[in-house]
């Protein structure tokens, strides 16, 4: 499930796996052994039994040590060891944010620091279904807090409601299965004692399908794999590895770089996201265009379901045997089962890794040039086109320069693309390129990329701004938290779109963003910026941000949902998909008919209706 | 207007919203007063104080759609001829080699092509300026609308749809946006133009595009013109103007509204392919218009000159009358995305690539004709009323021989002037009546000015009769109906002027006095039938029958005419004068229908060419005036007896056929067969009949 985090910081043009981590005494990874170079991912997993919500925070993204806040001077400062950006002052995201949103330091909306464990209600318990529960030896709580923690994603709605303190149906159980077997009995006591299963994962959905529906009245117990995060086998020979489908996103890449090998999967959110996440959502990846979506990467899936457990008899690489059942398992979203064991493809870590950017006159001249390299299929490991506001916002994150040299270049720079080559500050976007490989073949793709980009207007702006595009992506999550702390909410979302509908839809949605916020009595123009994260053959996927002021609006989440339900009209009245990649949840439900017809409907149902007739996947997500 | 805020001194507008503003916005906004004139400010009165050379050479710098790219003429036809759309239309014509068709293509563009220049646009201006300021005594504009309009253009590309009631009126509008900065249109405009000599250049340079009359079937013609319509709205490079109504009318009343150009334009928010489209129905309203008696003659069958820059010349005579005042009024502009809003689907164009042809369903096809319609009655709405409409409307209602011989009395007429100049303001209507000028001295002078038709002597006012009365022989009584009738008509064209206002509250009364019921479902139903029956001849917006009865319900019950209670409409002794106008006004249409109705009937032949149908009904219709029977001139008017086919047609009541390029309408038997009695009340049920 890749949510409203991007992707985590890389270091430019490094060979990769040189710093492997390191277990401290009490089993959990460590700080990698350089001092001063911080690896790429986050320092501790969160196996081990220890809650997950020790380390991240309850009601914001991410981990409880690192965000944004404005220190005493009213600078900007990232704070924790965890990223690149941490402990450092950010000195121009203070005016960005005032002269973007109209937001002051003076005007502040912080959140309920801790939560308040009378908020919330009393589990609704089965008692004959825990009873044979305790007799299987499989850990559960009904605490509270572990409680609430599992009971949402990060849609904007659920983490407004957390802030101010607002509970509402949350799961009555969580259990923590070990293994597969533990699974199957868990579901299998479940449909004996018609209780109603979630699987949690990660917790990043961004679709509300973690939300409980109000209307279930059987106890619903949360199913967090998070205990099923060990590499079971890797296959040197087919480059396969078994993997229980609980781990997480940043846990499977560090182990299995320490084999050498590495699955290229890395959605935004791979800090926390897990493995059957993404098997449930259809997922998709910042390096797809070498590794594949996650559909490419899977070669089998064990399933639990009320009726068994469902998987292919082989490994083959590919069937000719009917449909194929893997598709009706991913992008299930929880509502058949929960998926325990994963064979997926795996690849030998590339030798080398480099940063680009480009810079073009406007977003027009990019996504031409978008185009041709999908055209030529030539796309670097990664290309994202940002729009100007976009790019704006990545300036403003810019950590203090320590040296007046640097400075110095910034000016030159700037003073080259604005004024010798007459780029209009106001119009001008910048692409971001991950190129990944041998050393040899990264240099020569990199040349071909370039060369197209000139054809484009397109002018080389450096691995620095290439790479400071990637950490805004990750570092939004964080930002929103900030954001909310000062009236200002907001949200990504995302679609995909045929190449020649690219621009109109960008266009139109922002567009329509722009005016619903002013009919909506927005007191402040918002937010309203886009960019293209990936590029295939017939089209590309396209990023939405959108951010407002929320200062004199008397029901600001209500506002924001009807703006983002205008901005999803208006994509699909422009010809977009109802998701590319976040899922459809229970938030874009409304939609699925229109989206795959009836028949398709039917379809979905009438597998659902023999798969769990009694609906003990009972999240009523996608259908 | 402004979406801005302050913050910490400095002042940021998300939406780059222009904020110069007019200066006699200013001034009229500081002496904002109720009369409708008021709004209004006179165009011509700073032309006469400055020189007209200083005008046509001011700076002019306006603020284009913000969107737009600048493209030259070239651009645009070059964008034109190598769009996917235009490649797949030439790929399809077969019978020729692919080059031909594309040189055929080339042809056809510059044929069509503007070719907008600042430099004739100025001469434009000074020219223009130099006759409107020799026709008319002022140019009046709401200056609100007009900086409604300045803001929308950098918004979204915007259509100007002004109606066509002159040929004066078609380079009005350029010459105003010039005139206060506002960037200059392209105006779709007939071939015939483009054909004079010099004249038709300069209409090119001055940004008109023209438009073959008869496209019929031209495939590849239809695809460059809407190619290129597209292309310019899509681009937002010029704002469009065209006339929604497709040609100028001759009768001085809105003309159901043509949907091929309406259709490429809208096309491009259909498809996404622009965020919004801004409409600005634009109203022209004139005390006089230039052409009334070719007009008339014209509707009479006299054919219409050739537009011909000779003919410019000799009519060049006109340059000596006086033609009143003319009035622009810019409406409010309209957004397409929220006029469409939950009327369409706009994602049945995903599944087909957008640059290949493809029928719009007929949700879509609906959808722009209700557009259309909303337009053509709001330029209804903004247009003004003069007191010589209220006074035409009131002399046809005389008996023809007062008129002709002895006159009606110039007291009585008077005193039904400012009692209608009341009923229409309680109709909500928009009058265009001086405020500080005594009201008898309005309408004598308003009578002067219609020299040409009436004339005024001994307190009795006549119709004026055209023709030579020292002619040799005198006229055959026949020739002598025409002669009336060439009057009359240009009497019922400023009539027609008013009508807007009183249509639907006449239909009502009219459906009151047919069926002489109270109940108000079975007036419903009649208003819904003559509403039906006369969508040729008034405009009527689809799908919006009961609102109009509401409408005309809530008018009608405002003037004291009615007394209206949930389920009866009772008339109050009080209205009755009002009733017998309204229904007096409308009883011109039903006799001309039911006559012609008659025609088809009696006929015995259900088939005809149009050819033979014209003057026959014209013949049936002389002979009837001639013995008495017939009390309206209205259908000797081809427009109303063209008007009454297309109906027929729409009722499929007759059926047009094409054979051997003759055009031949057959009569449903069936549907005549049983109306004979001609009893509007049973025709109903007829219709009801059939649609079982």
Known sequence: ?623 | MLWSYRHSGTRKSWFNINTRELSEVVVIGSTASLKDEEEFTDILEERRRTTDLGYALRTFNPQPYKGAPYSSTSDLKKAVLESQYLRYIIALETGSSVEKVRQEARGILEEMSHNLQLGFIRLMAYTVNKVFKRLFRSIYVNMEGLNMLQQAIQESPVILMPNHRSYVDFLIVSFILFTYDIPIPVIAAGIPLASMKVVGEILRRSGAFFIRRAIGSDKLYWAVLSEYVRTIVRTGCAPLEFYVEGFRSRTLKSVVPKLGMMDMVLEPYFKGEVFDITLVPISISYDRVVEESLLALELLGVPKPKESTTGLFKASRVLQEDYGCMHVNFGRPLSVRQLCEGKINRSEYNLIPRDLPQRPSTEIQDCVNWVAHLIVRTQEEGSLISPWSLMACLLLQAPITTLTEEGLQWHGLTEKTLWLRKLVLDFRGRLNWPAHTPDSDVMSSTVALHHSIVHHKAGRVCLVQDGDPASQDPLSPEEGVMRTAAAVLMLVSYRNQALHVFVRPGILATAIHITKSTQKDELFSFFCFLRDVFANEFIFIPGRASQDFDEACSLLQKCGAVHMSEQEVTVLETGLEVLSFLQKLLQPFLDSYQLIFRYLCENGAHVFTEKQFLPAVQNLATKLILSGDLHTFEVLSSDTQKNVLSALRRLEAVTKLRVNNNILSIADPYFFGKYIAIDVLLMTEIMNKRAL
């Open chain 1, 1 to 623: 499930m890749s949510g409203f985090s991007d992707n985590i910081m890389r270091l430019s043009g490094r060979m990769l796996s040189q710093y492997p981590a390191q277990r401290d005494w009490d089993g959990k990874l460590t700080r990698a052994p350089h001092p001063g170079i911080i690896p790429t991912c986050s320092i501790v997993t969160l196996s081990d039994n220890l809650p997950k919500q020790e380390i991240m925070k309850w009601n914001g993204w991410g981990y409880s040590d690192s965000k944004f806040l404005y220190n005493k001077k009213g600078q900007a400062e990232f704070t924790g060891k965890r990223y690149r950006l941490s402990g450092m002052i950010i000195p121009g995201l203070r005016e960005w944010m005032e002269s973007t949103f109209g937001a002051n330091l003076q005007h502040k909306t912080p959140a309920a620091p801790i939560l308040n464990s009378s908020a919330v209600q009393p589990p609704t318990l089965n008692e004959a279904f825990l009873k044979e529960l305790k007799s299987t030896g499989i850990p559960f709580s009904h605490d509270a807090e572990d409680r609430v923690f599992r009971s949402h994603g990060h849609c904007l709605h659920e983490i407004f409601a957390l802030r101010e303190g607002k509970i509402g149906r949350v799961p009555d159980l969580v259990v923590w299965p070990n293994c597969h077997n533990d699974v199957v009995k868990i579901v299998e006591l479940a449909c004996k004692h018609n209780v109603c299963l979630m699987p949690y994962g990660g917790g990043t959905s961004v679709s509300s399908a973690l939300e409980c529906p109000p209307e279930e009245t059987r106890s619903i117990v949360s199913l967090d794999t998070s205990q099923m995060n060990r590499i079971l086998w890797i296959d040197e020979k087919n480059l396969t590895a078994h993997v229980e489908a609980g781990i997480v996103g940043q846990d499977l890449e560090r182990l299995l770089n320490e084999s050498g090998y590495c699955t290229g999967h890395e959605p935004d959110s791979m800090e926390f996201s897990s493995l059957g996440g993404w098997v449930a959502t259809r997922a998709s990846g910042m390096k797809k265009n070498i590794y594949g979506n996650i559909e490419d990467l899977v070669v089998h899936i064990k399933m639990v379901t009320p009726q068994g457990v469902i998987e292919k008899s082989c490994q083959g690489p590919r069937m000719s045997t009917g449909p194929d059942v893997h598709h009706f398992i991913m992008g299930s979203e929880g509502t058949l089962g929960v998926v325990t064991e994963v064979t997926m493809k795996i690849r030998p870590m590339p030798e080398y890794q480099k940063y680009g950017s480009v810079v073009f006159p406007n977003f027009e001249m990019g996504v031409a040039c978008l185009r041709e390299v999908a055209r030529q299929r030539c796309a670097p490991a990664s290309i994202r086109l940002m729009d100007n506001e976009q790019f704006k916002f990545g300036h403003a994150l810019k950590p203090q320069v320590s040296s007046i040299f640097t400075s110095f270049l910034d000016g030159l720079k700037k003073f080259y693309i604005t004024k010798f080559k007459g780029f209009d500050p106001n119009r001008l976007c910048v692409a971001t390129l991950l190129f990944e490989g041998d050393r040899e073949k990264v240099l020569q793709h990199e040349k071909q990329v370039y060369d197209i980009a000139a054809k484009f207007g397109g002018l080389a702006a450096g691995e620095d701004n290439g790479q400071r595009g990637y950490m805004l992506t990750f570092v939004i999550a964080y930002l929103r938290d900030l954001g909310m702390d000062y009236y200002v909410i907001g949200e990504s979302f995302e679609t995909s779109v045929p190449w020649d509908r690219v621009l109109d839809i960008c266009r139109n949605v922002k567009a329509r963003i722009v005016r619903e916020c002013k009919d909506k009595g927005v007191q402040f123009p918002p937010l309203s910026t886009c960019r293209v994260t990936q590029t295939y053959d017939a089209g590309a996927c396209v990023y939405f941000y959108f951010a407002f002021n929320y200062r004199g609006l008397s029901d600001p989440v209500h506002v924001y949902e009807q703006v983002e339900h205008a901005a999803r009209e208006e994509i699909l009245a422009n010809g977009g998909s109802l998701s590319h990649h976040h899922g459809v949840g229970k938030l874009r439900k409304e939609w699925m008919r229109e989206t795959i017809s009836s028949v398709g409907m039917g379809m979905l149902k009438s597998v659902k209706d023999y798969v769990d007739p009694n609906n003990i996947f009972g999240n009523r997500n996608l259908l």
